[in-house]
């Protein structure tokens, strides 16, 4: 549970008034790289032995792990009814214990991680039920307010309130904002000179997370860097996830203006792709994109999902050392099975959305003649 130690010793120099980005732990010298506010967040870390935090962490990842399978059961169920069905107990215990195979799940409770947690939050938030809007008489779901804490620990869910607000909910999009602004005032209340380096350096130095080549890495940069056999990408990965984040969030848009599941999961993608590190623990997303291709009886291509997940070929591929940059080309997809499966994802919902509108063309052009 090595990021379990990184966030015991953040939250110790919070509490002990120490440089929050100075410091390094555990034979492979991790840093800090979260925001102050998460750091704050830490600190009840500090509180009990290093033994029984991780038992905690453990035990609580678990009971994440049931919520993230519920919470993937009500994505799948979308459009949501006024009370959403619940799994039976059965049920979501047997669903849990098989989660727990898939990689990024099990990567996520061997390194105490806490992408569970921040899944949940934004799920929570993006799946609740519709409820009504006393001013404007609407019904809304999500309230955003999860969605900004998320945002505030980690960052990267911030793609979904630009997905909230393309979509037209502005008013949780500005909702998810406001609570963000309110983590990065409260983090600069409590640790101003933390926030100041965080904010101004720290942020952009992506090289201080991990080596965005090894195969760890599953994002479009990794996959990008062990294909060119360059460490430093550059050029074509920018492009390349320029071009990516446009698309996906263009597409997720649409998308969820049909369904909201399939909103949510493109969107869920797009970040997990572009980011500069996506380490394998992160597609935690692996969970509700099982559950949606259940729940629309594509057992197939839910098996071999669920198969690419649990493979681990990733870690088949020799990567010691700098390895990682030599692999031969029929190697690079089993280094990179998680990146190869997003960009497939999008290109089917790019095709599918072609397919879709192309009867409604031909349709149109016959009504004008």
């Not at 492979?28 to 600190?43: D, K, S």
């Not at 998810?176 to 100041?196: D, E, K, Q, R």
């Not at 198969?307 to 990733?314: C, K, Q, S």
Request: contains cysteine.
């Amino acid at each position: 549970m090595a990021d379990l130690l990184v966030y015991r010793a953040e939250g110790a120099a919070v509490s002990r008034g120490g440089d929050l980005y100075g410091f390094t732990v555990t034979e492979w010298r991790l840093p800090a790289t979260y925001p102050p506010f998460a750091a704050v967040l830490f600190v009840p870390t500090t509180w009990i032995p290093v033994p029984a935090l991780k038992a905690a962490f453990l035990a609580g990842n678990a009971l994440l792990l049931t919520g993230l399978v519920a919470l993937s059961a009500r994505l799948a169920s979308r459009p949501a009814p006024p009370r959403p069905p619940a799994l039976s107990l059965p049920l979501l215990c047997t669903a849990t214990a098989l989660a727990l195979w898939l990689e990024p799940v099990f990567q996520t409770l061997l390194f105490g991680q806490i992408n569970l947690a921040v899944t949940c939050l934004v799920l929570w938030d993006l799946t609740r039920p519709p409820r009504a809007d006393t001013r404007t008489g609407t019904r809304t779901s999500a309230t955003g307010l999860a969605l900004g804490l998320a945002t505030g620990i980690k960052l990267t869910p911030a793609i979904f309130i630009a997905y909230l607000f393309l979509r037209g909910r502005r008013r949780e999009a500005a909702t998810a904002t406001a609570a963000f602004i309110g983590t990065v005032l409260l983090g600069a209340a409590l640790l101003p000179h933390a926030s100041a380096e965080f904010w101004t350096r720290r942020l952009y130095d992506t090289g201080r997370v991990g080596k965005a080549w090894i195969v760890d890495n599953q994002s479009l940069q990794g996959m990008i860097a062990r294909a060119l056999h360059d460490p430093s990408p550059g050029l074509p990965w920018a492009v390349s996830a320029a071009a990516v984040g446009a698309a996906g969030l263009c597409l997720a848009v649409r998308a969820g203006a049909r369904q909201e599941r399939y909103g949510v999961l493109l969107t869920a993608l797009t970040a997990l792709l572009i980011s500069p590190i996506s380490w394998s623990h992160h597609w935690v997303w692996c969970v509700p994109l099982l559950a949606v291709l259940l729940a629309e009886g594509r057992v197939r291509l839910a098996a071999l999902t669920a198969v690419l997940f649990t493979a681990r070929t990733l870690w088949l591929v020799p990567h010691e050392g700098d390895r990682d940059l030599h692999l031969p080309w029929w190697e690079q997809p089993l280094a990179a099975p998680y990146p190869v499966l997003g960009l497939a994802l999008l290109g089917a919902a790019l095709f599918g959305e072609r397919t879709a509108q192309f009867p409604a063309r031909i349709s149109s052009a016959s009504t004008i003649r």
